[in-house]
């Protein structure tokens, strides 16, 4: 059974920074196809950041240069690094984790990241 527990999330002023973990079990994010996602209120989940099995990196415009995604292979967790944070990267932070890339995956719960001005 494959499980995703985000954490990290909280409350920062712009100009701040914030990092993610996303603690995988069920599935290796060593091996397999891993990412960050994001949705604000009355939007639609994105893709903020992701790492593929064989290790391509892919962001967002939005964030590039100011987030990095990693994984650590021996805690076997997801991480985000989210620094000069703005308003509007305001949203919910949902780590994926899939065994292909094509598939839907598995998600967490989420968790809040709200950046005040």
């Known amino acids: 059974q494959v499980q995703l527990v985000e954490s990290g999330g909280g409350l920062v002023q712009a100009g701040g920074s914030l990092r993610l973990s996303c603690a995988a079990s069920g599935i290796s994010v060593r091996v397999n196809h891993v990412g960050w996602y994001r949705q604000a209120p009355g939007k639609q989940r994105e893709l903020v950041a992701s790492?593929?099995?064989?290790?391509?990196?892919t962001y967002t415009d939005s964030v590039k240069g100011r987030f990095t995604i990693s994984r650590d292979s021996a805690k076997n967790t997801i991480n985000l690094q989210m620094n000069s944070l703005k308003p509007e990267d305001t949203a919910v932070y949902y780590c994926n984790a899939k065994f292909f890339e094509l598939s839907p995956g598995y998600w967490g719960q989420g968790t809040q990241v709200t950046v005040s001005s």
């Open positions: 790492i593929t099995s064989a290790g391509k990196l």
